[in-house]
């Protein structure tokens, strides 16, 4: 796809520890779009912060094997050039994360962390005249500009009182109030892309509500993409364009977010959606019969096999990506039919 902003190509990698090789990305394929927002949905332990993490480059190095595959930003593989993922991190791709009081400083005042972040990821950065731009002073323009993007930024998430907010400590300020700082913070580098890595799992349900409401409306306004781990499929609903799901470290499908919900085509998205209330809260919880598999011993192609009604020998082969729709793929030998319309026949 040639307006790809995010194109991760059969990406494989793990951690190899005293127990063996837990192999937890197993070919993963995933595209993104300039200013889509993008749902990456599955249960816990299946890998979304992994991807994240291996998109910023963040993973630890001591452990990590990479086995393969490419993560593509605007055309560069940045597995393969560690000096253009350094210059991508923190400004063409930013970070919002799940516990906003562990990502900030409690020593230092909220003015000081973003001065320090405009400092090195401003982008005015480079308007340094004839200094590269890891030499150019803060000079007093630059920093008059990046304090009025800062203050504007912070009016846009909604902070009240933004001049007084950057002489408080982090603990003196709530935790919606500290997410909406995390949004401000991710937009400041004006990046192409964020990653928010369950934003709102810390957050009270109604403050949660309001925070993705934000994100979505500055992300559409701005033009930014958006990367939304989540395991929670409301949040899905409520906010993104599409819908990527992973079991077991592997993409299983990926559909527009309104095809995810009316018409999913993998064995595991269904079982996912049917495992969910109904929208009067009644309905009986239903698990999905099985185990997530042991990372370092897993099936041998879909890893959902085991646990799947469908499943065949054919299984035992990951079948590649098969498109069921625009923009919608499926990973599986056996999908579930498409609903017929329902006006056929009639
Ligand atoms: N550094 C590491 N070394 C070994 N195993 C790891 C490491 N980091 C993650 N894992 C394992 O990778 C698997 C996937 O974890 P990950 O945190 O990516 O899942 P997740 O889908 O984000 O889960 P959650 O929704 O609970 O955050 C887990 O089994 C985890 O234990």
């Not at 900030?104 to 000081?112: A, D, K, S």
């Not at 994100?215 to 609903?237: F, I, K, Q, Y």
């Not at 992973?246 to 269904?270: I, L, R, W």
Request: net charge neutral; glycine share 10%.
């Amino acid at each position: 796809m040639t307006d790809a902003l995010l194109t991760i190509s059969d990406l494989s990698l793990g951690f190899r520890g005293e127990a063996g090789f837990a192999h937890i990305l197993d070919g993963v394929n995933l595209t993104m779009r300039p200013g889509e927002i993008m749902g990456l949905v599955g249960e816990s332990g299946c890998g979304k912060t992994t991807l994240a993490r291996a998109i910023l480059g963040v993973l630890p190095r001591a452990a990590l094997e990479l086995r393969g595959g490419a993560i593509g930003f605007r055309g560069t593989n940045m597995l393969a050039d560690d000096g253009a993922q350094a210059a991508i991190r923190g400004r063409r791709i930013t970070f919002i994360p799940q516990d906003p009081f562990s990502s900030l400083n409690p020593v230092f005042t909220i003015g000081e962390q973003i001065d320090d972040l405009m400092k090195w990821k401003s982008p005015r950065r480079g308007e340094g005249g004839r200094w590269p731009a890891l030499l150019a002073p803060y000079g007093r323009s630059r920093r008059a500009a990046d304090r009025a993007a800062v203050i504007e930024t912070l009016e846009a998430v909604q902070l009240p009182q933004p001049e007084r907010l950057l002489r408080k400590y982090p603990h003196e300020v709530s935790g919606g109030q500290r997410q909406r700082l995390m949004i401000a913070m991710a937009l400041l580098p004006e990046p192409d892309l964020i990653i928010a890595d369950e934003p709102t799992t810390a957050l009270d349900v109604t403050i949660q509500a309001q925070i993705l409401g934000l994100l979505r409306r500055l992300a559409s306004e701005r033009g930014v993409a958006v990367m939304l781990t989540t395991h929670d499929l409301g949040s899905a609903w409520e906010i993104c364009d599409a819908v990527t799901v992973m079991y077991a470290g592997q993409d299983v499908e990926a559909a527009p977010v309104a095809e995810f919900f009316t018409a999913p085509a993998h064995p595991y998205t269904n079982k996912l959606l049917a495992s969910l209330p109904d929208a009067e809260g009644g309905g009986a919880m239903t698990g999905i019969p099985g185990e997530v598999p042991d990372f370092l011993a897993p099936p041998p192609g879909c890893r959902f096999a085991p646990r799947c009604e469908r499943a065949s020998a054919a299984c035992a082969t990951r079948p590649p990506q098969a498109a069921r729709g625009a923009g919608h793929l499926v990973r599986c030998v056996h999908p579930v039919a498409a609903p017929v319309p329902a006006e056929a026949g009639a």
